[in-house]
Each structure stands twice: as structure tokens, then as C-alpha cells.
């Protein structure tokens, strides 16, 4: 049995805040943030908008999108580093907001790379067949732990939520391969404080190398080789970091995802509601080899081949 995502959805806060914005309340320039990040606006939720609220909406609309009943939710996994409270978890408020009566559920702690771990845990469950169908949330509110006084992170992060249903589809559809892995000797360079904490640099030089490994290694765990990739979905962290991965990669400009220019770093969200918004411009179609990569704080990596399609 193969596992795959039968239904997305994304949701963003109204608040729009730019570069501009951004230079009016610190020592930065929409120059600086544009030419190191790529980065022109990002999202932020009111204070009344908790990350339960936000990912209540994407995860609604990635139901309804995969065609079923939340009811027919066998697991509910939430990747945060953001939840409304340490418990109950976001995934137990969103089991009971969308009345999913039959759907465990818990919160993946991974960073950035939450919604890579979230998906391939999914996968483990469906392809067993122990479960069905299990909806996977990337989720966070990030401006609640940003310090806006400091002009290293501030200018980085926004909120937002994207979500997949995940079920069975057909033979050679679906994930064909993924890597995920850890090294927590590197904790020390992207953490939380009170605030977020990053010594960008070093989290940069991790990056770049990173994702381009995971992603030749998912490729060659699947058999495939560059030609074969459609699309790259890349972690949105920053331009320089997702051109390196293109780079690497060999893929045209126009086969990678970038939404960074609006949403900024969304963490765990930004793969999925990257995602989304292929799919919603039809770039991505059936039968695509999509590559999906993240990396974060912990520190975290993970990559996903799949086969676009049911
Ligand atoms: O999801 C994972 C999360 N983290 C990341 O992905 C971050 C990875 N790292 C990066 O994206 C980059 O390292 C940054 C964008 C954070 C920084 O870019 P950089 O090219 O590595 O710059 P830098 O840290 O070496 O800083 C260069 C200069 C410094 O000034 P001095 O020491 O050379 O005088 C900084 O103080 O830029 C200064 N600077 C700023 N200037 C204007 C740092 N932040 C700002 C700012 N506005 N917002």
C-alpha cells in the first residue's frame, strides 16, 4: 500500500508586514533584508489568533479538499514549535474543533523540519495499514517568540499554517523515499530562550549542505536521478539557501517553489503552504516527481521523494 496526499490547505493571517514597516521600528534596511533573504513581506497574526486558530483553517480546508469526513481522521499530527499551551496539545484542539471523533492525536516537535517528520510518520502508519487516513498540520506563530528588538531574527520569521491529508493512492504513486535526521551537537546555533535564538551563519553553512544532500539522497533511494525531478519544494528559510539546493539539483528557476518573498520563514508551515500554492497555480501534475526538503533547530533535516497524484 502506498501513501500519499489526497488533500492540501493553507491559511495565512491577513496582517501583512513589510521590509518598510519593519525599518521604521529597527536598525534595517528593505535592501538588507531583500539581498541577504530574499524576504519582501511575511505575515503576522493578531494577538487574539493563536496557532490552534491557524491551523484550524488550513487543516479544514485540506479535509474538505481530500474529499472526506473528519470523522474518517484516524491520526492527527500537529509539527510545532509554537503550540497554543504545552498541553493540551494543538492536535488534541484541533480533534476536537473539527469533530474528529475517531483520530488520535499528538504534536511533532521538530522545527522547521516538523512537517517532513509528520509526513513520514504518517506514511509508516498508512502503508502498514494500520490507518487510513491521517491529516498532518505544519503550524506556527512564530512572532510570539521573535524579539523585535533584534534585527538578526526579527526581519527572518511570520505565521501561518499549511496541512495534507494523507492516504492510500495507487502502485508508483505517492512517497517513494525519505531521509530524516538529527544532530543535536549543532543545538546551540538555533534555539529558544525566552526568544528565538540563532547564530545565522552557522545554521546558513548547515543549510546549504544539507539540503542538497537529503535531496540527492531521497533521489537515489528512489531510484531516480535529476532529470527525473519536476519540482522542488524547498524549506523557505531563506533564497540563498533554496538556490543552492536548485543549484545542486540542476533544476531550472522556474521547477522551484518560492514563496519566501511574501510569507517569510514560516518554519514547519512553509513546506506545505508552498505546496498548496503550486498546486493551486497547476504547476504541479500528475505523475510529477516532487522533491520536498527541510532543515531547522534541534538541529532537524528531513526530505521526501513523491510521485504527485492519487
Ligand atoms: O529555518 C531555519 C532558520 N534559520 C535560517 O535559515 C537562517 C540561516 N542564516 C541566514 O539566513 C543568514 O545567515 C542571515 C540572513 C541570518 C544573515 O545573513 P549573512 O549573510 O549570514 O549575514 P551575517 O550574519 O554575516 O551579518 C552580516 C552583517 C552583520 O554586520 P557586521 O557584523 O558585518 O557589521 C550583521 O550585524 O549584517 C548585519 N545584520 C543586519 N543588518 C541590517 C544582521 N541582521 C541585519 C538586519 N539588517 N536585519
Known sequence: MNAGIIGVGRYLPETIVTNLDLEKKMDTSDEWIRSRTGIEERRIAKDDMDTSYLAYQAAAEAIKNAGIAAEELDLILVATVTPDQPFPTVSCMLQDQLGAKNAAAMDISAACAGFMYGMVTAKQFIETGAYKY?????????????????????????????????????????????????????????????????????????????????????????????????????????????????????????????????????????????????????????????????????????????????
Open 134 to 310: 491521517v491529516l498532518i498540520v505544519g503550524v506556527e506563530k512564530l512572532s510570539k517568540i521573535t524579539d523585535w528588538n533584534d534585527r538578526n531574527t526579527a526581519v527572518l520569521f511570520g505565521d501561518g499554517a499549511g496541512a495534507v491529508v494523507m492516504g492510500p493512492v495507487s502502485d508508483g504513486k505517492g512517497v517513494l523515499s525519505f531521509e530524516l535526521g538529527s544532530d543535536g551537537t549543532g543545538g546551540k546555533y538555533l534555539y529558544q530562550d525566552k526568544y528565538i535564538v540563532m547564530h545565522g551563519r552557522e545554521v546558513f553553512k548547515f543549510a546549504v549542505r544539507q539540503m542538497g544532500e537529503s535531496s540527492i539522497n531521497v533521489l537515489e533511494k528512489a531510484g531516480l536521478s535529476k532529470e527525473d525531478v519536476d519540482f522542488l519544494i524547498p524549506h523557505q528559510a531563506n533564497i540563498r539557501i533554496m538556490e543552492a539546493a536548485r543549484q545542486r539539483l540542476d533544476l531550472p528557476i522556474e521547477k522551484m517553489s518560492k514563496t519566501v518573498h511574501k510569507y517569510g520563514n514560516t518554519s514547519s508551515a512553509s513546506i506545505p503552504i508552498s505546496l498548496f500554492e503550486e498546486i493551486e497555480a497547476g504547476k504541479i501534475k500528475d505523475g510529477d516527481v516532487v522533491i520536498m526538503v527541510g532543515f531547522g533547530g534541534g538541529l532537524t533535516w528531513g526530505a521526501i521523494a513523491m510521485r504527485w497524484g492519487k
